[in-house]
């Protein structure tokens, strides 16, 4: 386009303003009455064009190098400058905030965790949830709180995945849906942001779970993955008391006892347990033996209920192993551990609560009365029907279930289909990997 327009007369009589090519490749031209008329848009012209040139020239090099490129890439997308104006200011009023004072990301994640221990809530699991902001985080560290759009959190959910490479499951993203409102109410009570982008989010709602336990042979994997390194054989204890005692994850943890710290009601450990105090319970089998207990206080169960879970001595047998090789109760680092060892053999689901499950499935069998299981549980046998019954589990399967010893787990490590299972896992990990790296290079 010319600096200025060029102005003629036209034969009709009429007066021509020519303002050249523009960028579209477009020769927009005016006509005038009179030259007065053209005279009078021709200066005013001039005087824009003069307050614009000042303007240019009041720039650095280096500023007008940047206009020129971004104008250059929004032309290339095919984009023009009002529409990508007009775009953000329709994003300015959808995620309007009310600032009191800006804070970086990596700041309201400390304050949220040093308010959480501060309240009591368990170090473990405040470093847990703090570990996932702080992967969100990455990268947005010193990116201000009330900057964060719901659209980058939703994409970020979306993609997360779990050691064995699966999207995460909805329960996990409603999880952690939850944790991230909890640290955007944080800040709104701080003032470091006025919006909580977690209610912007796809909401997740109610999760049906599908009732499930795992196989003989998938537990058979899971000890003998524990077995076999001196780091994860520190949590033989939690996993004997979860496959072969019934407690809750939660009680094993003793979240209740730890978050208390209450000195006259410690935490559930080994004093808990006692290995040699045998017994016999009546049932319409007759006596049917018990070789160990576990006693549960009420400030270690989940529903406030003490109870006395007896044992088999197939628990007993992995108990005094996890003893001899000084495993900590309560576990620490189980669940970093507990991820090594579905790695470790291509373990793509750990059930929720599923440990206990299983217990109770295969107690079933060796009680023959439901009260006596629930009795070791602590449970109702309506859960206990709705669970575990609905499973129709036979019996020659939780009679093979109680011979899963560390003898027989140890025999098992040395057979071919060990070595197979470790090796597919393997296999699945490189696949995994190479398709990643094929992903990133895309």
């Not at 050691?163 to 470091?192: D, V, Y």
């Not at 042979?217 to 496959?243: C, K, W």
């Not at 373990?347 to 009680?367: F, I, M, Q």
Request: aromatic residues 8%; hydrophobic residues 35%.
């Amino acid at each position: 386009m010319k600096d200025e327009p060029t102005k003629r007369k036209l034969a009709n009589g009429k007066w021509q303003l020519d303002y050249g090519y523009d960028a579209t490749g477009k020769n927009p031209r005016r006509q005038f009455a009179t030259e007065d008329e053209a005279d009078k848009v021709l200066d005013a012209y001039k005087k824009e064009a003069k307050k614009k040139g000042e303007y240019w020239a009041r720039l650095t090099p280096v500023k007008r190098d940047t206009i020129v490129a971004t104008l250059q890439a929004i032309e290339k997308d095919g984009l023009s400058l009002d529409g990508v104006w007009a775009d953000h200011r329709r994003w300015r009023k959808d995620n309007a905030q009310s600032i009191t004072m800006p804070m970086p990301y990596e700041d309201v994640v400390k304050s949220f965790k040093a308010a959480k221990l501060l309240a009591g809530v368990g170090e473990r699991y405040v470093n847990e949830v703090c570990g996932v902001f702080e992967r969100f985080g990455a990268g947005r560290e010193k990116l201000n709180f009330h900057e964060i759009v719901a659209n980058d959190l939703q994409v970020w959910l979306d993609t997360q995945k779990t050691p064995a490479g699966k999207l995460w499951s909805k329960s996990s993203k409603r999880t952690n849906q939850i944790r991230f409102s909890s640290l955007w109410e944080h800040a709104i009570a701080k003032g470091w942001c006025s919006l909580n982008i977690t209610e912007r989010l796809t909401q997740i709602g109610k999760i049906t779970h599908t009732n499930k336990i795992y196989d003989n042979r998938t537990v058979m994997n899971i000890l003998a993955g524990a077995l076999s390194n001196e780091l994860t054989q520190q949590i033989i204890a939690p996993l004997a008391i979860g496959f072969f005692g019934c407690m809750r994850p939660e009680e094993v943890e003793s979240k209740k006892a730890v978050k208390a710290k209450n000195p006259k009601e410690p935490p559930f450990g080994w004093d808990c347990i006692n290995l040699k105090n045998p017994g016999t319970t009546l049932t319409p089998l007759g006596n049917v033996p018990y070789v160990g207990t576990i006693t549960l206080e009420t400030w270690h169960t989940k529903k406030g209920d003490q109870r006395v879970i007896r044992l088999q001595q197939t628990c007993v047998d992995w108990l005094e192993l996890a003893k001899e090789l000084d495993n900590p109760l309560p576990p620490v680092n189980e669940r970093r551990l507990v991820d090594q060892v579905c790695e470790l053999i291509g373990l793509d689901e750990w059930l929720r609560d599923g440990l206990r499950k299983n217990c109770a499935t295969h107690l079933r069998p060796v009680y023959k009365l439901d009260s006596e299981v629930v009795s070791d549980c602590g449970n109702s046998v309506r859960v206990l029907l709705e669970h575990y019954a609905a499973l129709r589990v036979s019996e020659d399967v939780s009679r093979e279930y109680w011979k899963i010893t560390p003898d027989a787990v140890r025999r098992y490590m040395k057979t071919k289909a060990w070595k197979q299972v470790l090796f597919n896992a393997q296999k699945a990990k490189q696949e995994r990997l190479a398709s990643e790296i094929a992903k990133s290079e895309n």
